[in-house]
């Protein structure tokens, strides 16, 4: 299947400090990206809908100036934590898909975990 | 909110194949059945997906009612590494977004 790199995978930072996560995809592209957040023993929640070109949609309850999500190509979205305090430490997951009629799938990153001290 | 239902649990014994059903009465015409699986710490793989008719490939096999309100994940001969949650998922078959429920914790038992 396709391929969706996700970079980096493990980072500690300060309270305070913003933290950048990449995510591309590698050999498609991918008009429409989407970022997830998953807490421990629970399931994957959907944050935002990165589209490129143009505005992320945020999920109701994410703040957006916190969260900022940027898609300037058609492989590469990133998300930044602002100001990042320790109950923004979770397991960042961002997905492409393939827009493929007939075989619309979404791929997934292996994920970020940000642990905020 | 999650338009499927799955049970939280299952164990399955190691060779042999793992049933993981899923309930999606409300389903519409033009939506597609989805699995994905998420092995601890990493993320989601995409497993299979259909309409209306069964779906084999490498990996699991998915049979769909035929009025299409509930479906079955069947991996053949399960592993210790098919030890992961799965989640079944509802959606069109387009650019949309996932949303993802409880899904199924599945244990393969040596």
């Known amino acids: 299947g396709a391929v969706v790199s996700q970079h980096p995978s493990w980072v500690i930072c300060k309270s305070g400090t913003s933290v950048k996560i990449e995510c591309r995809s590698l050999?498609?592209?991918?008009?429409?990206m989407f970022w997830y957040r998953q807490f421990p023993k629970q399931s994957l929640m959907l944050m935002a809908t990165s589209n490129e070109g143009s505005k992320a949609t945020y999920e109701q309850g994410v703040e957006k100036d916190k969260f900022l999500i940027n898609h300037a190509s058609l492989t590469l979205s990133t998300l930044t934590v602002t100001s990042a305090h320790p109950e923004d430490s979770s397991f960042y997951i961002c997905?492409?898909?393939?827009?493929?009629?007939?075989?619309?799938?979404?791929?997934f990153g292996a994920g970020t975990r940000l642990s905020v001290l | 909110d999650a338009k499927t239902t799955q049970p939280p649990s299952m164990d399955c014994a190691e060779g042999r194949a793992a049933n993981l059903p899923c309930n999606h009465s409300?389903?519409?015409?033009?939506?597609?059945v989805y699995w994905y699986r998420q092995i601890h710490s990493q993320g989601p793989q995409y497993i299979i997906h259909g309409l209306k008719n069964n779906e084999t490939n490498e990996m699991a096999s998915l049979i769909i009612t035929e009025d299409r309100k509930s479906s079955t994940l069947i991996l053949p001969h399960a592993t210790l590494r098919d030890t992961a949650v799965y989640y079944c998922?509802?959606?069109?078959?387009?650019?949309?977004?996932?949303?993802f429920g409880k899904g199924t914790r599945l244990h393969i038992l040596p």
């Open positions: 409300t389903i519409s015409g033009n939506e597609y």
């Open positions: 997905s492409a898909s393939t827009g493929n009629q007939g075989k619309n799938i979404q791929y």
């Open positions: 050999d498609f592209q991918a008009t429409t």
């Open positions: 998922i509802v959606r069109l078959n387009r650019d949309d977004k996932i949303i």
